[in-house]
């Protein structure tokens, strides 16, 4: 079924939240893709989003950059027609 919704989860210090809030998030019943941006938290919330087995994208900010959700969606490979 392919995704008609995405929802990007903004993380910061969530490693403990994390794998609940994904799999609640995935087991909805429709068509949804997330995104976990997580701002380089020092608790591994990143590695933790990557090592999950999810179809999860990921993006982790470096620090002192701001990055714009039109970029984060751009690296995500969405479309503006898809948004």
């Given amino acids: 079924m392919p995704i008609d919704t995405f929802v990007i989860v903004p993380t910061y210090n969530e490693a403990d939240n994390l794998d609940e809030l994904l799999q609640q998030l995935l087991a ?3 068509a949804i ?9 020092p608790d591994g919330t990143g590695a933790i989003a ?15 950059r701001n ?3 039109y970029r984060i969606a ?3 490979g969405l479309r503006s ?3």
């Fill in 50 to 64: 990557d090592a999950l087995d999810l179809d999860v994208d990921l993006i982790v900010q470096q620090p002192g």
């Fill in 67 to 69: 990055l714009p959700i």
């Fill in 33 to 41: 893709g997330a995104i976990v941006v997580d701002d380089n938290s």
């Fill in 74 to 76: 751009k690296h995500s």
């Fill in 28 to 30: 909805l019943p429709s």
């Fill in 81 to 83: 027609e898809d948004l």
